[in-house]
């Protein structure tokens, strides 16, 4: 099977050989669709991100129409900062 040479490892069979070849490949292509289960997960957060920032544009802007801009700018830098996290 395999031998140590005592600084790389040799394999006797070049059909071993091309079988881990393949199956270190397999692994690798299949551990991706492990992943795929967080993608609604994660479009729910950014779901829920986007709803909140909307809110807060809207009432930033109402702010702004009516002059009260330091409340404004306040609701309107806490949208922007959903994004960040």
Do not use: Q, Y
């Not at 069979?13 to 669709?33: P, W, Y």
């Not at 829920?48 to 801009?69: Q, R, Y």
């Amino acid at each position: 099977m395999i031998k140590t040479t005592g600084r790389i490892w040799v394999f006797k069979k070049k059909e071993n050989n091309m079988r881990n070849i393949l199956m270190i490949l397999a692994i690798c292509l299949f551990s991706s669709s492990v992943f795929a289960g967080s993608c609604p997960m994660l479009a729910n957060k950014v779901e829920s991100k986007i709803e909140a920032a909307k809110k807060l544009h809207e009432e930033g802007v109402k702010a702004h129409s009516s002059g009260d801009h330091a409340k404004s700018e306040k609701l309107l830098k806490k949208a922007l900062e959903l994004f960040k996290s």
